[in-house]
């Protein structure tokens, strides 16, 4: 494939992402896909797809997990909610995610992906010991599977998910790096955290954000913008990615599923922002 193929985010069933139909329309060549319910993931299901898939001469890039309970309605409520941090749902979390590493493998991809939650600052506690044991007990399942899996930035400072993908020590643990996250979140400026995690990150969204007023950042969410409307710089974030030698998708993530017209006419201005993007900076 050539370097910098477009994405979008998509779903098989209700989620977060477009549906497939989508993506075709926009004719994009590869997917990342938020992974269906339990009910869902089946090899018939996983067949099903991946034809319709072929049929669109879409590959699917990577798998996202996600649970049952988490909620995004704020950044409390996201650490309190979010991954597998929250320790009363972690056992059963870490059971799902490998059911779906096993129905990504039927898609004949290589890589999964998640937002851990919100790692616990304090590495000497309890809650952080068994998160890594937890995060390793999964990633051997998953290489077991041939696959790697991704976590998605923004709830961590750049120092502190390299702390903690240091203290794991897994050779298939990467980075899916999502710079308006960084931004959302108020866990740094994307462009210096992407280079200082730039030799993990495997797979990229493409989101752009504005930041929050000083005082509230870190508490309080900035604001999701359409992809070259906010405060990420996507040609900055573009030439940034080149310099690291990452040339894998460029994954499209609009995460406003309630309104899907506009959704969809974001994801399209993205398509052409980006499509023009890479012709000025790989063709130069
Ligand atoms: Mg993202």
Known sequence: MPPWPIGVFASIDAGLGVHLDVARELKVPTIQLHAPHAATRNATAAQAFLKKCEEAAITVTAVFGGFEGESYADIATSARTVGLVPEETRAARVQEMKEISD??????????????????????????????????????????????????????????????????????????????????????????????????????????????????????????????????????????????GYTGPLTIEREIAQDPERQKTDIGHAVRLLTQLRAKILDS
């Open 103 to 244: 129905f990504t493998r039927l898609l004949h991809c290589p890589t999964v992906a998640l937002h851990i939650g919100f790692v616990p600052h304090d590495t000497a506690s309890a809650s952080y010991t068994d998160l890594i044991a937890t995060t390793r007990d999964l990633l051997d399942h998953i290489a077991a599977n041939g696959q790697q899996l991704n976590l998605e930035t923004g709830q961590e400072s750049a120092d502190h998910l390299l702390h903690f993908m240091g203290d794991v020590g897994r050779n298939n643990l990467f980075i899916n790096f999502d710079p308006a996250n960084m931004i959302l979140y108020g866990t740094g400026e994307p462009i210096a955290a992407l280079k200082q995690v730039g030799h993990f990150v495997r797979s990229i969204h493409c989101k752009d954000a504005k930041w929050a007023a000083p005082e509230v950042r870190g508490t309080s969410w900035g604001q999701e913008v359409p992809l070259g409307d906010g405060d990420v710089g996507m040609e900055t974030y573009l030439r940034t990615l080149l310099a690291l």
